[in-house]
């Protein structure tokens, strides 16, 4: 398998603050990660991709301006919820594959990172 | 996008009883995975399986791409395997794209 790590796993501030979290692949390089949200008792949806060294490319509906991506190398990419608010409130998982022939496509997620805005 | 849809939504077994859950998508997939999310959030990878036919201890799976279709089987439930299971796919070229199915809520009783 592979190791992919979130901080934090939880995670309370006050509306309009901002929150970052990190997603780290903690054994293996990763050009590409990916941003999920998951509200309780609904299915995970893609937010947007992580690329290394570009800017992350977004999913139809998410706003670029208030979810910030950063890939900063090849094995952190973070995410920053801008001026928060109680809608943002939600579970966030990244995810990663290990990349090259002799891997398969096979993805794996972090712990997740359960934000709460008040 | 693709499509994927799931199959029961819920489910209420007793421990030691066998059960299937089913994942239908609606194009041809370079990738299909099954997790299992625990009470905590976190996903659990159980299969990588796009294709054919795997085993791993009580819990095996089958995929038939010409079928668009995909099966979990779960046999001698244990409290433990309680939570929610999901099937995800990727297709065209979008590998790390996952679309997730709506889920499967398992509760297994002692």
């Known amino acids: 398998g592979a190791v992919v790590s979130q901080h934090p796993s939880w995670v309370i501030c006050k509306s309009g603050t901002s929150v970052k979290i990190e997603c780290r692949s903690l054994?293996?390089?990763?050009?590409?990660m990916f941003w999920y949200r998951q509200f309780p008792k609904q299915s995970l949806m893609l937010m947007a991709t992580?690329?290394?060294?570009?800017?992350?490319?977004?999913e139809q509906g998410v706003e670029k301006d208030k979810f910030l991506i950063n890939h900063a190398s090849l094995t952190l990419s973070t995410l920053t919820v801008t001026s928060a608010h109680p809608e943002d409130s939600s579970f966030y998982i990244c995810s990663a594959r290990k990349e090259g022939h002799m891997n398969t496509g096979e993805l794996f997620f972090g712990e997740g990172s359960r934000l709460t805005v008040l | 996008g693709i499509q994927v849809e799931q199959s029961p939504p819920d489910l209420i077994l007793q421990e030691g009883a066998n059960s299937t859950l089913r994942c239908n998508f609606s194009d041809s997939v370079n990738n299909l995975q099954w997790f299992h999310q625990n009470p905590w959030g976190q996903l659990i990878n159980l299969f990588y399986?796009?294709?054919g036919t795997k085993q791993n201890g009580r819990l095996s799976a089958t995929t038939v791409a010409t079928e668009r279709y995909s099966l979990l089987y779960i046999s001698s439930s244990q409290t433990t395997d309680s939570g929610v299971y999901f099937c995800?796919?990727?297709?065209?070229?979008?590998?790390?794209?996952?679309?997730f199915g709506q889920g499967t809520i398992l509760t297994v009783h002692p």
């Open positions: 054994d293996f390089q990763a050009t590409t």
């Open positions: 399986i796009p294709s």
């Open positions: 995800a796919v990727s297709g065209g070229t979008s590998y790390g794209k996952l679309t």
């Open positions: 992580s690329n290394e060294g570009s800017k992350a490319t977004y």
